[in-house]
């Protein structure tokens, strides 16, 4: 058994190692406690590195991981018939381990990873250089168990005819929108808002000056306004297009100041509460939410989208930002700038479609097993961007690359690939074989956003043309009724 867990201990995940190395995730598991008292055939390391090949290998079982990991170790020993460890004896490794080292290591590899100087990093150029990045939530199916339900509620029910089949878990996560790399993320059950998650990235400090929130309608409200502009950060936000908001003053290039209303003194489930108990509850008036609003900059546009063949259609948008300054920051590039808000859904489609594979539900059937398995997922998909930028940066043409035409797949196809091979992990062999494919051409978005799996979204991936041009006009506000 000893002989056993040292030869384990050789075990690395390829390329993937540079970026956690042995050493990292010695210091990480000795910091929260999880060293093993024993030698055992699963260490805490190795352990640590199968949990993040699940993720590599999504569609297989814990027995055909183990047994991928291990067939490194025949290259690299004398040992011929080193036994791999079971399924139950990996689920029992994992137990132990806990769910602390994945989220420590996780908190450690958060990041922008890129400069300003890097390609689509950073807004309006040297003028007014703003970190840019966007905020947006999902949700992810877990097995439907007991302990799964009581920790994160019951199937939720999507229609009559759909009733659901797993309980969710909410993510919501803050990305650099030049490397879809994720800067912090907060994740809780179904029933959390978003606007709740969103508090816990505010408390936990990853927003601050110098950076620049884009966000979609659902955190146009004044509560979730005023929390991003407390921490320091700027912001894009889009509201409802028929939301009236007062001009105080137009501008040259079409925009105009006004003031965002401030919200109710008393929350929905404090008036709940309040009607509940036959207390009649004060809500704020219209004048003093106004007295204690937020002074913002509006922006109304109209974007065309004008097929290659087709109908022309055109949308109607309602921005609100806190850059107040039209010559550093006209109208007509922040409306520009905001379609790298889809960073964030991009981002999504990495993690939910090409990592996840066809798992689209978990493996751990109980809480702790969830947020274990929930980093790990988040621990993979950045390794695969900050790859991803880094071979942007070095590519073999010695001229720094945006890091959207270097593919996601490509990237990660490369990473599992290098787990296998008998020679110690060589990043360079990984970034020759990402170099070496086609880069992307990234497109502009031209399918109207319809539910993924309904008629209407298969009928637009039929119809909707590749190649679109977006022609944006900026409407000057109208002047207020009598």
């Not at 990045?133 to 992810?140: E, M, R, S």
């Not at 929905?268 to 207390?279: E, N, S, T, V």
């Not at 808000?341 to 990592?355: C, M, S, V």
């Not at 880094?390 to 490369?414: K, Q, Y």
Request: hydrophobic share 40%; with cysteine.
């Amino acid at each position: 058994m000893p002989r056993h867990a040292s030869v384990a201990e050789q075990l690395t995940l390829g390329a993937v190692s540079e970026i956690v190395p042995p050493a990292l995730i010695d210091e990480v598991i000795t910091r929260c406690g999880r060293r093993e008292r024993r030698i055992r055939m699963l260490p805490a390391r190795v352990t640590l590195y199968l949990v993040l090949a699940l993720w590599l290998y999504p569609s297989v079982g814990y027995r055909e991981v183990l047994r991928m990991l291990f067939e490194q170790l025949h290259h690299r020993t004398a040992t011929r018939h080193l036994r791999v460890p079971s399924a139950p004896a990996a689920v029992q490794a994992r137990r132990r381990l806990g769910r602390e080292p994945l989220k420590a290591l996780f908190l450690l590899l958060r990041s922008a990873h890129c400069g300003p100087e890097d390609p689509g990093a950073s807004a309006f150029g040297h003028a007014l250089v703003l970190l840019t990045t966007a905020v947006d939530g999902t949700t992810l199916d877990v097995p439907d168990t007991a302990p799964n339900r009581a920790a994160f509620g019951p199937v939720p029910g999507r229609s009559s005819k759909d009733p659901g089949r797993c309980p969710q878990i909410r993510v919501l996560t803050l990305i650099a929108c030049g490397t879809r790399a994720i800067l912090d993320a907060a994740w809780g059950r179904r029933s959390t808002s978003e606007g709740a998650l969103l508090r816990k990235l505010v408390r936990g400090g990853s927003l601050h000056a110098g950076m620049l929130i884009l966000a979609d309608r659902y955190f146009s409200g004044s509560a979730h306004v005023a929390a991003v502009r407390a921490t320091g950060a700027d912001l894009v936000i889009r509201a409802i297009a028929n939301r009236r908001l007062p001009v105080l003053r137009r501008l040259p290039d079409g925009s105009y100041l006004s003031h965002l209303p401030a919200a109710n003194q008393i929350t929905p489930d404090l008036f709940a509460r309040a009607r509940a108990k036959g207390i009649r509850p004060q809500r704020r008036g219209v004048h003093a939410r106004q007295d204690a609003g937020m002074p913002i900059r509006v922006i109304q546009a109209d974007i065309t989208v004008v097929p290659e063949h087709g109908e022309s259609r055109t949308e109607s948008y309602l921005l609100i930002t806190t850059l107040f300054d039209h010559v550093t920051a006209p109208a007509l590039q922040i409306v520009k700038l905001y379609a790298e808000r889809w960073e964030a859904e991009t981002g999504y489609a990495d993690l939910k479609i090409h990592l996840s594979g066809k798992r689209s539900v978990l493996r751990s059937t109980e809480p702790n097993g969830v947020a274990q398995e929930l980093y790990a997922l988040l621990i993979i998909y950045q390794i695969v961007q900050i790859t991803r930028a880094r071979a942007a940066r070095e590519n073999a043409d010695d001229a720094m690359v945006d890091p959207d035409r270097i593919s996601f797949t490509v990237t990660l196809r490369a990473l599992v690939r290098s787990i296998g091979r008998g020679t110690p992990p060589a990043p360079l062999d990984a970034f020759h074989e990402i170099w070496s494919s086609p880069r992307l051409e990234r497109r502009g978005r031209t399918k109207t956003r319809e539910r993924k799996g309904s008629l209407a979204y298969s009928r637009a991936v039929r119809t909707t043309p590749l190649r679109a041009e977006y022609k944006i006009t900026i409407q000057s506000p109208q002047p207020a009724g009598p």
